[in-house]
C-alpha cells in the first residue's frame, strides 16, 4: 500500500473515531490540496454545525463534506425543497445538480443570501435535501469569459476530479530528502519591467512564480529553458502560482502545458478568468500583426482546468513542504501578495507581486501582515529616488481639469489604459464626476476588452473595496452601468462616427499603445490639435507609448498600422494631438508606497531582493531600504540564484 493510502485510511480511521455513532464515513480521497470526505449521512452532518470546523482544526486540513452518490435524493425533487429554503430575494437562477460528486451549483445574485449568516442556509441546504451546496454569483453585467469558463470547467469536471486528485497525492506524499535549503532563481524582470518569474525551491519541491512576457519587446521571454529553470523539463516543476493577471505575469502561463506541464496553477478566482481573457487576446492580437503565437487556445484552456482557486487568508499546503497563503494585492482584480511558509516553522517567503499600498477607488490597499517573512521579492516599478506619485485627489482634479479644457475646444480625450483595473478606476472617476457636475456630462466610449473586464470585475465584487461592493450589490447604484458608458462592438464603422462626432471620452487598450484599438484611435484623432491623449499608467521602456510621452511627435504608420488617410504621405502620422501624463492613477505603490509597505511589517523580513523595475529603480530602492531597516537588501540580475539557510 503506498504512502498515501495509508494516510487517507488513517485519516478515515481518525475521523470515524472524532464523529457520533450514527454518522457513518463511507471514502475519504484527497483533491487538490483538500480532504474530501463522503458520508451516508448527509443530514444529520449538517446538522452538527461545528463538526467540519473542528475536524479541521484537529486534523490541520482544508475538508469537504460530500454526500455518498447512494443516497442522493433526486434532482427534481431536491430542486422544489431547495427553491424552499433559499429566500426569494437571493434571485437564483440557475441550479445545476452533479450526481458524481452529490454537488449542486447555485448560481445567485445575492449569493450572500444563499450562504446564510456564517453558512446557516448551506447548512439548511443539506440538511433537507443530502446535497453539498456551492454557491456562485450571477453577474450584474453578462460577461461572456465567465460564462465560458464556467461552461467549460462544468464540462470537464471528470477530467478535472481526477487532477485534482492526483494533486492531492503529490501535495501528501511522503517526503523524500533530509537536506534543508530554500532558493530562489530569477528568470527574468530583474532590472527591467516585465517577462516577470520566477523558481522557489526546497530540497523536496520546485514552485514557478508567474510566467509572463515584456512589454514592447517581443522575443524576450523568461529564461526557462536555463538548466536551474525548465531545462529537466516542465515536470520538474511540482506547481505554478500566479500572482496576478496581467500579461507581464501571466501571458506564458498556457505555453508550460505546450511542453508538457500538467500540474496545478494556484491562482485567485477573478485572476483564473482574467488570465483567460488576457492570454486569448494575447493570441488575437499575434495574429492580425502576423506573428507566430507561442502556443494555440487548447493551451489556455488547459491552464484553466488546472487552476486550483484560493481565496484571500486561506493557508492551503500546496506541496508536502510548503504551505501558500494569498492576501490582497491592491494591484488589479484578484491580484495577491503570495506568502510561502516552508517546512515546519523552517523558512518564509513572500512574493508582493505587483502591489498599491494605499487604498484606491476601485481596491483596499495591499495586505502585509504576516506572521513572518524571513525574505521579500519586492517589486519596485517606482522605486527610483524620485519616483513620487501626485495625491489621488490632485490627480483627480487634473484629469477633471484636462477633460474640462478638451470638451471646451470641441475635442475628445482618448485615455489609453490596462483593460483590467486602470479602465474600471478611471470609470469609477468619471461616474462620479460627472454626476456631482464637476466635468460636463458626455458620452465615455470603452473600446478593446475595457467592457469585458469590467463585467469581471462586477462578478467578483468581494474582492472589491468594502463601499464599493456595497454599491454593486444594489443595480440601481452599480457605478459601472451608468448611462454614460458605450460599449464600442462595431469595430472600425463605430470608431469612425465617434471620430466625427461630438466631445467625448474614449477609454481604450492597449495600456502601452503596443498594437490593440488604441492605434486606430490615434489615427482617427492625433492629427486634430484639438483632441488630447492622456496617459494615466505606466509606459515601460521601449513602447510607444513611452515614445510619445517623451515628445515623439511623428510616427511612422508601420507603428500605427492601417490610418485610411491620416498620414501625411511620408509615411508618418502627424502626432498633433494635446500629450499630458496623470500621474496617481497607476497600480502600482509609488517610492513612498513601497518603502511603507516595508516600514509597517512587523516583523519586517531580514532579506528583500528588489525587483520588477529598471536598473535604477531597483537599486535605488535597494540602497534607501539597506539603510533606513539596517536589512539586507539585493537589486538581483536575471538568472541569479539565492540560497538561504
Not at 493577471?245 to 498556457?254: E, G, K, R, V
Request: net charge negative; aromatic share 6%; proline share 6%.
Amino acid at each position: 500500500m503506498s504512502t498515501v493510502e495509508q494516510q487517507l485510511d488513517d485519516l478515515k480511521a481518525e475521523i470515524t473515531s472524532e464523529l457520533p455513532t450514527d454518522i457513518s464515513v463511507s471514502s475519504v480521497k484527497y483533491e487538490g490540496p483538500e480532504l474530501v470526505v463522503y458520508t451516508r449521512d448527509p443530514k444529520k452532518f449538517a446538522q452538527q454545525g461545528d463538526l467540519i470546523r473542528k475536524l479541521a482544526s484537529k486534523l490541520r486540513k482544508r475538508i469537504t463534506v460530500r454526500p455518498d452518490p447512494s443516497v442522493l435524493s433526486r434532482p427534481d425533487e431536491a430542486r422544489e425543497q431547495i427553491m424552499n429554503v433559499i429566500p426569494e430575494e437571493a434571485g437564483v437562477t440557475d441550479l445545476d445538480f452533479h450526481a458524481d460528486t452529490g454537488e449542486v451549483v447555485i448560481e445567485a445574485e445575492k449569493p450572500g443570501m444563499v450562504i446564510g449568516r456564517h453558512g446557516s442556509t448551506l447548512r439548511d441546504i443539506t440538511k433537507s435535501v443530502g446535497w453539498t451546496p456551492e454557491v456562485v454569483r450571477t453577474p450584474p453585467i453578462e460577461s461572456s469569459t465567465v460564462s465560458n469558463v464556467r461552461s467549460f470547467l462544468k464540462q470537464e469536471r471528470d477530467e478535472r476530479r481526477d487532477i485534482l486528485e492526483k494533486v492531492g497525492r503529490q501535495i501528501h506524499r511522503e517526503e523524500m530528502s533530509d537536506d534543508e535549503y530554500v532558493r530562489i532563481t530569477t528568470l527574468g524582470c530583474c532590472r527591467e519591467v516585465g517577462r516577470a518569474s520566477f523558481i522557489l525551491s526546497t530540497s523536496e519541491t520546485r514552485i514557478l512564480i508567474d510566467c509572463g512576457d515584456k512589454p514592447g519587446a517581443e522575443g524576450e521571454v523568461p529564461y526557462l529553458h536555463a538548466p536551474e529553470a525548465l531545462g529537466a523539463g516542465p515536470q520538474t516543476i511540482d506547481a505554478v502560482v500566479l500572482t496576478h493577471a496581467h500579461l507581464d505575469h501571466s501571458a506564458l502561463i498556457p505555453l508550460l502545458f505546450k511542453y508538457g506541464y500538467d500540474g496545478p496553477i494556484y491562482c485567485t478566482e477573478p485572476t483564473r478568468d482574467l488570465m483567460g481573457l488576457l492570454t486569448l487576446d494575447y493570441l488575437d492580437v499575434a495574429a492580425k500583426e502576423g506573428r507566430a503565437p507561442p502556443y494555440e487556445s487548447e493551451q489556455v484552456r488547459e491552464a484553466i482546468k488546472h487552476c486550483i482557486p484560493l481565496e484571500y487568508g486561506d493557508v492551503t499546503d500546496i506541496a508536502p513542504d510548503v504551505k501558500l497563503t494569498f492576501h490582497n494585492a491592491g494591484h488589479i482584480l484578484g491580484s495577491a501578495v503570495s506568502h510561502f511558509h516552508i517546512g515546519d516553522g523552517l523558512y518564509n517567503v513572500c512574493f508582493s507581486g505587483d502591489i498599491h499600498y494605499e487604498d484606491t477607488r476601485l481596491f483596499n490597499g495591499a495586505t502585509n501582515d504576516f506572521p513572518r517573512v524571513e525574505t521579500l521579492v519586492l517589486e519596485s516599478t517606482y522605486g527610483g529616488r524620485n519616483d513620487y506619485q501626485t495625491d489621488q485627489q490632485d490627480s483627480e482634479a487634473k484629469l477633471k481639469e484636462v477633460i474640462t479644457e478638451t470638451y471646451e475646444r470641441g475635442g475628445k480625450v482618448v485615455i489609453p489604459a490596462f483593460a483590467v483595473g486602470r479602465s474600471q478606476e478611471i470609470m469609477l472617476v468619471l461616474e462620479q464626476a460627472m454626476r456631482s457636475g464637476d466635468i460636463p456630462e458626455m458620452p465615455v466610449h470603452l473600446d478593446g476588452m475595457i467592457w469585458e473586464a469590467t463585467a469581471i470585475h462586477t462578478t467578483y465584487p468581494e474582492y472589491l473595496r468594502d463601499d464599493l461592493r456595497d454599491r454593486i450589490f444594489h443595480d440601481d447604484e452599480n457605478p459601472f452601468l451608468a448611462e454614460e458608458f458605450n460599449h464600442i462592438d462595431a469595430g472600425e464603422e463605430e470608431r469612425q462616427e465617434v471620430a466625427d462626432g461630438e466631445p467625448c471620452i474614449i477609454l481604450s487598450t492597449s495600456g502601452m499603445v503596443t498594437g490593440g484599438p488604441i492605434m486606430s484611435w490615434l489615427g482617427h484623432l492625433g492629427p486634430d490639435p484639438d483632441s488630447t491623449l492622456v496617459f494615466v499608467g505606466y509606459q515601460a521602456q521601449g513602447t510607444l507609448g513611452r515614445r510619445i510621452q517623451n515628445g515623439w511627435d511623428e510616427i511612422p504608420t508601420s507603428e500605427v498600422g492601417a490610418m485610411g488617410s491620416s498620414g501625411n504621405g511620408r509615411g508618418t502620422l502627424s502626432l498633433n494631438m494635446n500629450v499630458e501624463t496623470v500621474d496617481g492613477f497607476s497600480g502600482h505603490a509609488d517610492r513612498a508606497g513601497l518603502e511603507n509597505f516595508v516600514k509597517t511589517m512587523n516583523p519586517r523580513p531580514e532579506k528583500v531582493l528588489c525587483v520588477h523595475g529598471d536598473e535604477r529603480s531597483t537599486q535605488d530602492l535597494s540602497s534607501a531600504l539597506y539603510h533606513d531597516y539596517n536589512m539586507r537588501t539585493f537589486a538581483p540580475k536575471n538568472l541569479e540564484t539565492f540560497r538561504f539557510l
